[in-house]
């Protein structure tokens, strides 16, 4: 086995922690990884939100095997290769109704970046130019760029890099455990905190905010699950000061919360929508943004022989990515995993909600299958209980994740029962030992 550890940067890690007692993974296959040893470890986190159909699935590892023989690469500049192609009339066969065009990316921040460029472009086409001011919101996670993290609101990956974009402004979280702690599903309270977006407005004026930008259900900043009504009022605001609403689905995306995406779930419909992990089953690096037609139309003018949009990157379309990501859907509609997260919820909730009462736990949350188990912290020392459990449901082969506090499960669609048990009885086992 490989063992010098030293050169490797590692992105979102604790690096000397890490290696001092690393956790490798050299194998993978349905709900499992492998170490290097060739212990098992039960997959809770669909890798990082994006294995949803499982790992190693036939239809996905040979469509990128015989792509990387066939097309390795194609300039996406003026350029095209088939797949690209056929891969967006697929997908917008999934999509919110209006949705249909595609614009591809090769993560969740890029697709970010590219949805807040479009908004601000959009107006402009439109001889709206000065809507440039883009509205996040505190808590809110949207990749590691500088749009991104000027639009997020998780203090940490902001605090460090300087004033961000200028024009931006945040609404309130939802987060209200006073009333809403331990709800199952969407909770009750909370649709009048869309609201605060009216008193963003009336301190900016509308004629200058471009768009807003959420995530359906916020999953790094803890797993918040949007209160009822809150998103069809957010929707209504921004539809009467015609502000474009971004619903950034990249971990929603793809079955996550029961339907193939999160505005089908919760039945409101973005203008822009962006997506990544799931859309190649986290197989190669990929991302898109799903734009209604109206906004795409808009940039149609002018002389046809110039570029409408100056934006795009030297990998958008990957011959490689979009095998996968063909591979992919074919993997989903076979499976029916774009709906089964709404088959198996109300086993996923019963399970992760029968933690109350544990030692530490102060709230659950649930929607499809995500599940927040949210600890009280320690006192001094934030988000280091929650990394003891991580490591010890680790020690005992189940992979977790947590942020802050709060411990976050999104396992593979493809998850059985007899899983959750394991997932779930692991996780109250190592609450319990945890100081
Ligand atoms: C909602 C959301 N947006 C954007 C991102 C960034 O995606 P990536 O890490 O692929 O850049 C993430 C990643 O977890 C995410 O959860």
Redo the contacts with the bound molecule.
């Keep these: 086995m490989y063992q010098d550890l030293d050169a490797y940067w590692m992105p979102f890690t604790a690096n000397r922690q890490f290696k001092k007692a690393p956790r490798l993974l050299a194998r993978a296959d349905g709900m499992y990884f492998w170490t290097p040893e060739g212990r098992q470890v039960l997959d809770g986190v669909a890798g990082?939100?994006c294995v949803n159909a499982g790992h190693a699935r036939p239809k996905i590892v040979q469509a990128i095997q015989q792509q990387a023989a066939e097309l390795d690469y194609a300039p996406p500049f003026q350029m095209g290769h088939p797949k690209a192609f056929e891969l967006a009339e697929r997908l917008v066969k999934i999509t919110p109704p209006g949705m249909n065009k595609v614009f591809y990316t090769n993560?969740?921040?890029?697709?970010?970046e590219t949805a807040l460029k479009m908004a601000i472009a959009y107006h402009r086409v439109r001889g709206e130019g000065q809507r440039t001011r883009l509205i996040g919101r505190e808590r809110g996670?949207?990749?590691?760029n500088f749009g991104?993290i000027s639009v997020g609101g998780m203090v940490a990956n902001r605090k460090m890099f300087g004033t961000l974009l200028a024009g931006v402004d945040h609404i309130r979280h939802t987060h209200d455990p006073a009333r809403n702690a331990y709800s199952r599903g969407q909770p009750a309270h909370g649709a009048e905190f869309a609201d605060d977006l009216e008193r963003l407005i009336a301190l900016h004026d509308a004629s200058t905010i471009a768009a807003v930008i959420v995530?359906p259900v916020?999953?790094?900043t803890g797993v918040l699950i949007p209160p009822q009504g809150y998103l069809q009022r957010l929707r209504e605001i921004c539809d009467k000061h015609g502000i474009l609403l971004i619903f950034?689905?990249?971990?929603t995306g793809f079955g996550r919360t029961g339907q193939p995406f999160a505005a089908q779930t919760f039945g409101v419909t973005p203008d822009l929508m962006?997506v990544?992990?799931g859309i190649t089953n986290g197989c190669v690096?990929m991302?898109a943004v799903f734009v209604k037609q109206a906004i795409h139309d808009a940039f149609m003018q002018g002389p046809e022989h110039l570029i409408e949009f100056f934006h795009g990157y030297t990998y958008s379309a990957h011959p490689l990515a979009c095998a996968a990501a063909l591979g992919t859907l074919d993997t989903y509609a076979d499976d029916g995993l774009l709906t089964r997260a709404s088959e198996m919820q109300a086993y996923f909730a019963d399970a992760v909600h029968s933690l109350k009462g544990l030692p530490h736990v102060i709230d659950v949350r649930n929607i499809g299958l995500v599940g927040g188990i949210e600890l009280a912290s320690r006192p001094e020392e934030p988000a280091k209980r929650a990394f003891e459990v991580f490591l010890d449901c680790w020690e005992h082969g189940v992979l977790i994740r947590t942020t802050g506090d709060t411990i976050a499960l999104s396992p593979p669609l493809i998850i059985e029962k007899s899983h959750i048990d394991r997932i779930v009885s692991t996780v109250a086992d190592a609450i319990r030992r945890v100081r």
């Design positions: 990082l939100w993560s969740g921040s890029e697709s970010v996670y949207h990749g590691v991104g995530e916020a999953g790094s950034d689905e990249v971990i962006t990544a992990k690096p991302g």
